[in-house]
Structures are given as structure tokens and as C-alpha cells.
């Protein structure tokens, strides 16, 4: 019986697939907006949607392109060939199952992360200028997320992935590989909590000036200070789900997959009531709120789980999310003083009060960031052993 089992074998090798399908993707779809733009600007929408359709077309051709090349080498290359009668032969029906289990899981994921915009365009609870106002909001507050926590949710599930064994308990595993899993865990989870409440906490302070000097004035009178603040405390549940969502996955077996998507199936269902009523509520700011909530639930499933997979070993990777009483103190004190700062040196004030508000965050911060090096040393030699030598051979 042959198998194909390339997962397996090298999940770095995808990861590389997916940067560079994820590239050729989105660069498709920057050259045809440009040039449908240029050449015919008053097709308005449909020059969004073919560049939407060009992104999925290239990713799709991608992968299939690369799943062909691979399937070429393994039984051209060797001298035998492809028959649909051997089809199991090929294929691991164990592996295809999970596989499908995870497409479920992505369906109902893709519901939770982007339900509040078929609520907002379906049952029309928003006009179109508060609409525009959120996708702003929501399209800056995200950068961070993109740039900063899902590389490093990706990268890191790989790692748990090939580290852990799928389905078994800490006591079937090799003590290191649990050791390494827990001690990796528990700095993830420290470094990601931290950065969450940093932008929290600077952000709620400075979101009116961002705001205005990215958008102006129509930005920053309006709701957009008020749904930007909002989303810095999102920011800190996208973090901590991110990576505890990692550890999740790349540690469940199919039949805990499954029962986690009967979980999300719930969540869906309940994120689409609590954003229809919360938008009524508190217009805009409500569809935040209901992805708090509900990332909120998310993460409480994960650290359910993270608890239980480690309860019969010594390792407790879940203290990562608990910062020093120091640096918890020296947060609440920035966050006072540039809340007091925004009040008395709001945008209205010139721009000689602008630059004692932001130098005010400034001071602020560089305090945060001298307590942190001072409080958190076992995440700093965490980072400079993880992510500094990277930084480095990228240099050179």
C-alpha cells in the first residue's frame, strides 16, 4: 500500500507555498485593480470584484499546480502510474478526514470572524456611511493583527505541530518535546498578552489623533474614536485567541476537531443574535463588542483545553498570561495619565498640544517598556533567542 503523506513529512514546505501563492495572489490583484482603474474607472464595483476573482483564481492554481508537480514526480518520475482504481491506495483516508473536519471548522470560523458584515449588509442595521467609517476603522485596527500575530500564530503552529504528537497525552510523549511545547507556550502567551495591553492601553488614549491625522476631521468627530478605542481592546482578545487557538490545533485529534465544530457551530448562531442586537443597541461600536464576546468565549474553550492537556504533567504554560502586579500597575497609571492628557490636549488644542499629548504617551511608554525589561526577563531572553536572530540573518 503506498502513501502520500506530505504534511507529515515537511509542513515547511507548505508554509512556503503559501507565501509565495499568497503573493503572487495579491500582487494579481493589485496589477488588474490598477490597470481596470486606469482603463476603465467607471466600472466602480466590478473592478473589485474581478480583482477579487483574480486573487482566488491565481491561489487556487497554485496550489493545484504544485499538488500536480508533486503527484507527477512521486509516480512518473519512479516508473508507475496514476489509476482512479488505486485511488486508496494514495490516499490517506485517515489524514482526508481530518482534512475535512478542519474545512468544516474554517466554514464556521469564517462566519465568527466575518458574520458582523453579512449582518450589517443582509439586515441593513447600518447606512452606508457608517459603514465606510467601520471598514476603515476595522482595515487600520487589523494591521496590527496581520502583521504582528498571524505570522507568528503560523509559524508557531508549525512548531506545535512538530513538536507534539496529534491525539496523545503528555504522558505518551517525550518529556523534552512536552518541556520545549510548555516553556514555548507560556512565552508566546506572555509576549502576546503583553503587546495586546500595550495597544490597549495607548490606544484608547491616542485613537482621536490617529484618527484625525490619518482621515481628518471626519474620522475623528464621529463615531471612528469611539470604534478605534473599542478595537484596541479587540486587538488583545485577537492575540491571546490567536495563540491559544494555535496550541489547540495543532495538538487535537479528529474527534476533538469534530466536537469543536459543533462549539463553533453554537458560537456562530450566538455571534450573529448578539451582533444584530448590539448594533441596535450601540450602532457600530456594537459589532466590536460581539467580537469581543465572542473571542472572549473562544479563548476560555482554549484555555479549557490547554488546562486539561497539561494537568497530569508539572508544566503550567497558562501562568504566561499573568503579568507582574508592577507592570499591571505601571499600565493603569499610563493609561490615567494619557487619558487626563487626551482630555486636556485633544486635536481642537493646535498642534503645540498635540506634541505634549503624544510626548506624554511617549514618557508613558518608555516607562512600560523599562518595567517590562526589568519584570519580564524570562520573555526577553525569550525573544532575543527567537525572533533576534532572525532579524539578524535578514540583515546580513
Not at 509565495?20 to 481596470?36: D, F, G, N, P, Y
Not at 470560523?109 to 476603515?136: A, C, P, S
Not at 507556550?185 to 495607548?202: A, N, P, R, W, Y
Request: charged share 15%; glycine share 6%.
Amino acid at each position: 500500500m503506498l502513501t502520500l503523506k506530505l504534511s507529515a513529512n515537511n509542513p515547511s514546505l507548505f508554509s512556503f507555498l503559501k507565501v509565495i501563492a499568497e503573493s503572487l495572489s495579491v500582487v494579481s490583484k493589485c496589477v488588474l485593480t490598477v490597470i481596470l482603474v486606469v482603463l476603465y474607472p467607471q466600472w466602480g464595483l466590478y473592478i473589485f470584484c474581478l480583482a477579487q476573482l483574480a486573487y482566488s483564481v491565481v491561489l487556487v492554481f497554485c496550489f493545484l499546480f504544485h499538488s500536480i508537480l508533486i503527484m507527477f514526480r512521486y509516480f512518473f518520475i519512479s516508473g508507475r502510474l496514476i489509476s482512479v482504481l488505486l485511488l486508496q491506495t494514495f490516499v490517506n483516508w485517515k489524514e482526508a478526514r481530518l482534512t475535512w473536519s478542519f474545512f468544516k471548522q474554517a466554514f464556521l470560523k469564517q462566519i465568527l470572524t466575518e458574520g458582523e458584515r453579512y449582518v450589517m449588509t443582509f439586515l441593513n442595521v447600518l447606512n452606508f456611511g457608517d459603514q465606510g467609517v467601520y471598514d476603515i476603522v476595522n482595515n487600520l485596527g487589523s494591521l496590527v493583527a496581520r502583521f504582528i500575530f498571524l505570522p507568528i500564530e503560523e509559524s508557531f503552529y508549525v512548531f506545535f505541530a512538530k513538536v507534539l504528537e496529534r491525539g496523545k497525552n503528555v504522558k505518551d510523549q517525550k518529556k523534552e518535546d512536552v518541556a520545549m511545547a510548555a516553556d514555548v507556550l507560556e512565552s508566546l502567551l506572555k509576549l502576546v498578552l503583553l503587546t495586546g495591553l500595550t495597544i490597549t492601553v495607548f490606544g484608547y488614549a491616542y485613537s482621536q489623533l490617529a484618527l484625525d491625522i490619518y482621515g481628518g476631521s471626519m474620522l475623528s468627530s464621529g463615531t471612528g474614536p469611539d470604534l478605534l478605542r473599542c478595537y484596541s481592546l479587540y486587538v488583545l482578545f485577537l492575540a491571546v485567541n490567536g495563540v491559544t487557538e494555535c496550541f489547540t490545533f495543532a495538538s487535537m485529534c479528529k474527534e476533538e476537531v469534530d466536537r469543536y465544530n459543533f462549539v463553533m457551530l453554537a458560537l456562530s448562531f450566538t455571534f450573529l443574535c448578539i451582533s444584530y442586537f448590539l448594533t441596535h443597541w450601540h450602532g457600530s461600536v456594537g459589532f466590536i463588542l460581539a467580537n469581543c464576546f465572542n473571542m472572549g468565549i473562544r479563548i476560555a474553550h482554549s484555555i479549557h483545553y490547554i488546562y486539561g492537556y497539561f494537568k497530569e504533567s508539572t508544566y503550567r504554560p497558562l501562568t504566561g498570561l499573568l503579568p507582574s502586579p508592577i507592570l499591571v500597575l505601571i499600565y493603569i497609571i499610563s493609561g490615567v495619565i494619557t487619558g487626563f492628557s487626551e482630555v486636556f490636549f485633544c486635536c481642537d488644542k493646535g498642534w503645540m498640544a498635540r506634541l505634549i499629548h503624544i510626548s506624554m504617551g511617549a514618557l508613558c511608554f518608555g516607562t512600560t517598556v523599562v518595567t517590562m525589561f526589568c519584570t519580564e526577563t524570562k520573555l526577553i531572553h525569550f525573544v532575543r533567542s527567537q525572533f533576534l536572530p532572525q532579524y539578524m540573518k535578514k540583515g546580513t
